[in-house]
């Protein structure tokens, strides 16, 4: 038992590593960059999104650093997260565990049309290296703002951050991230153009593998996403993205859309990609291989009163659609409460099946999740 | 129209290509399998290395998988899936593998139909020994031996009658064929 909750520890550290809340698009701000400094969401809020983050929560409290207690200068943002998580798993083996999920430091500079934006914190360790991979910086970026003042216009980025693409929701066991290209600590080093506006908004990312430490994803490759706001209640973005890695290439082409219904307080969101690979013909697999993966998520997400927030969420995956008994799809089901301006409760649950119970044995976790925002 | 135009043409481009065959290769076991199920960030991957064991490459797949399949493949090129720890972890009850959700039955059948051809291209290390691996490769007397990758740096003439090379459990044997 306590080698399985070792293993657990190992395998859902770091779960929860902060990007954004794209529930809050349309429901509170048409874009990412309304609340959040960098254009693809996630990380350091801003002064509205800081001002967001109080109005949301039951009990407010001083939203900025610290509380407010230590005042940075105006050119100077500083934040972080922190983030564990207890409960109860069955994949199909039980296990009660408890473990941390997210430590890390942002702090962001500006000078004049730039900014240098870096993260650091803990990170899981390389075994038989944990001394030299104990803390890391996830992501490092210099970015030149167009309107620097503003929350849109052009963002340029150079350096480590994650390629803009999808829905980009914070729980990375979401299918869509964890096999449509975004997932856990799949930063890398590359070069990023956006436009943003409260109409539409549009991402070019070049990336390539880390070559400075031993990375999660090894390709190389490019991803586009563009959304266009259609009203003050709907939003329809499309995606493409390519990854070439040693002997195959991946593709990851889809659509992505949102829809707010103020009456209900509720925003549906939903991500359909087609993700086909392509071997390499080669003396060692001459039979190359083409399976076509779809990956899909269905999100709704109901505002409610007293900073509460529940999720319903459908994902589905199936890493070959032309083979019998291979998908996966669960019902996700987390509940948040915004105590205050830093501090959130989560109780995140899944279940999860193969192909409907055919493919085999079926699972899911309850876990509570504690998350603080310096 | 430009948006709904662009995923339209990636789709029916990949859609072209032909249907799945689903090798069980190395190459594609890996990139299809176990690197989105083996080696998330804090698992089996190049990042955190769990166990000393990494999939997020052919070359760290393979080997990984030379190891997992030690003992389980014989020089007929035959393989147990049972005795190989590649297939045990996944068939097991407790600390299966992937330990936060398991594989469908039917990629495990593919690892299976893998080890049980004797997880070609995974059976040893080119540096293994003295004498160097020629993969499933077979050689006869008199050949001078073009090595495929990833034993492309191993050079060896075939020197005895009778006699071929195989790669049987992380080292090379000369074997003599059957008339």
Not at chain 1, 251 to 268: C, D, I, M, R
Not at chain 1, 347 to 369: D, I, K, P, V
Not at chain 2, 10 to 16: E, F, L, N, R, T
Request: aromatic share 10%; with cysteine.
């Amino acid at each position: 038992m306590s080698r399985a909750l070792l293993v657990l520890a190992i395998v859902l550290a770091g779960a929860g590593v902060a990007h954004a809340y794209p529930q809050f698009q349309l429901s509170i701000d048409q874009t990412c960059t309304g609340c959040h400094i960098s254009p693809s969401g996630g990380g350091l809020l801003n002064e509205n999104g800081l001002y967001n983050a109080e109005a949301i929560s039951t009990f407010g409290t001083a939203p900025e650093f610290l509380n407010g207690l230590v005042e940075t200068p105006s050119w100077l943002t500083l934040g972080g997260h922190f983030r564990g998580s207890t409960g109860f798993i069955s994949t199909p083996e039980k296990v009660l565990a408890t473990f941390p999920m997210q430590g890390e430091l942002y702090a962001s500079a500006k000078l004049g049309a730039f900014r240098v934006n870096v993260t650091g914190g803990i990170r899981p360790t390389q075994e038989d290296n944990r001394a030299a991979t104990t803390v890391w910086s996830r992501e490092h970026y210099v970015m030149w703002q167009s309107k620097p003042d503003e929350n849109e216009g052009i963002y340029v980025r150079a350096g480590r951050f994650m390629p803009v693409f999808g829905l980009r929701v914070a729980e990375h066991p979401t299918y869509v991230r964890r096999y449509g290209g975004t997932q856990l600590f799949s930063e890398t080093y590359g070069l990023s153009a956006a436009y943003v506006s409260p109409k539409w908004e549009a991402h070019a990312t070049a990336f390539i593998k880390d070559p400075l430490i031993d990375p999660v994803v090894h390709d190389n490759g490019g991803a586009l996403y563009a959304e266009a706001r259609l009203g003050e209640r709907l939003a329809l973005g499309v995606e493409g993205m390519v990854r070439r890695s040693d002997s195959a290439t991946r593709y990851h082409t889809g659509v992505t859309g949102k829809y707010y219904v103020p009456a209900a307080n509720l925003l549906l969101q939903a991500e359909l990609q087609y993700a086909p690979q392509t071997f390499d013909v080669t003396d060692l697999n001459p039979a190359g291989g083409n399976p076509r993966g779809i990956v899909g998520a269905l999100l709704a997400s109901f505002m409610l009163p007293r900073g509460l927030m529940l999720d319903v969420g459908l994902g589905h995956y199936d890493r070959n659609y032309k083979a019998p008994d291979l998908d996966r799809d669960n019902v996700d089901v987390n509940l948040h409460w915004f105590a205050t301006s830093h501090l959130e409760l989560v109780l995140n649950t899944r279940y999860e099946t193969l192909a409907f119970g055919s493919g085999g044995r079926s699972g899911g976790y309850a876990l509570f999740q504690l998350h603080y925002r310096l | 129209m430009r948006f709904i135009l662009l995923p339209a043409l990636a789709i029916s481009v990949a859609a072209c290509a032909k249907d799945d065959d689903t090798p069980p290769s190395v190459e594609y076991l890996t990139e299809a399998i176990l690197i989105p199920s083996c080696a998330p960030a804090q698992c089996h991957s190049t990042f955190a290395q769990a166990e000393d064991l990494s999939f997020s490459t052919i070359e760290e797949s393979r080997d990984a998988i030379i190891d997992l399949v030690a003992g389980a493949v014989d020089e007929t090129d035959a393989g147990t899936p049972e005795n190989a720890q590649l297939y045990q972890v996944l068939v097991r009850t407790v600390d299966r593998m992937p330990f936060d959700q398991p594989l469908p039955n039917a990629d495990i059948a593919l690892i299976r139909e893998f080890i049980k051809g004797g997880a070609q291209h995974a059976q040893c290390r080119p540096s293994d020994g003295a004498r160097q691996c020629l993969g499933d490769q077979v050689a006869t007397c008199g050949d001078d031996f073009n090595f495929q990758p990833p034993f492309e740096d191993c050079k060896a003439r075939i020197a005895s009658p009778g006699m071929q090379w195989r790669c049987i459990s992380a080292e090379c044997v000369e074997i003599e064929v059957q008339p």
